[in-house]
């Protein structure tokens, strides 16, 4: 048998081996259904040191707050799409590095609410029925109304996140009062910041009150 022929009848051994020895396991289960292990609203033991009474309650106000943090987030990614006029560059930018952040805090929020045994909110479709922010149309809107609905939003995460802080702090869990202090409070002021200083009515070229040559 020549060296081709011995080589072929090789290959041809080792291609039928592949093929023919695949063991059940290796093969993905597609297809299952079965019942949830953990009700939404519910927390599992932790051993955080933490009453379950507490848990539950921050948990409850975590998801309320990670509801309004989505929308938040995805309305910033709306308006980064949407944005047009003078200023598109500069806000296309701001709001993508904006959506970023709030991308991080939705994530921190969510990952806060698993740590304390509960269940995070995470479909659009739950979201939607929970999140107290506006829901905006479909279309595109001016700049100043997209500006609007931002600050609005933000507001209404800030006005949660104080009340949540505060009462986290009440019950001795400092893990999410210093979550919502540090991370949400610190960030949503920071970008309402930003934001608002491009709706101040102030002159582009010349200053009030100057007189032309």
Known sequence: MSVNATSNHSESKMSKSRTTNVIPSAAPLTGQH????QAFGSVV??????AEKTRQASAAN????????ITLRDLYKKHHWQVSGPTFYQLHLLFDKHYGEQNDLVDR??????????VSVAMSADVAEMTLVPRPPKGREEVPVQI?????AHEIVLKEARTM??????????????????????????????????VVDGPLVRADGSKAN
């Not at 929020?109 to 509960?118: D, H, N, Y």
Request: proline share 1%.
């Open 165 to 198: 802080a505060r009462q986290a702090a009440q019950e001795g869990d400092d893990g999410t009062n210093d979550l919502l202090v540090s991370d949400v409070i610190r960030t949503n002021e920071l970008q309402v910041w930003f934001v608002a200083e491009h």
């Open 62 to 69: 975590l998801n309320q707050l990670l509801a309004d943090t």
């Open 34 to 37: 079965a019942h949830e292990i």
């Open 45 to 50: 033991a932790m051993p955080l040191a933490l």
């Open 109 to 118: 929020i969510a990952e806060r609410i698993m740590l304390l045994g509960g």
């Open 148 to 152: 609007s609905r931002l600050l609005h």
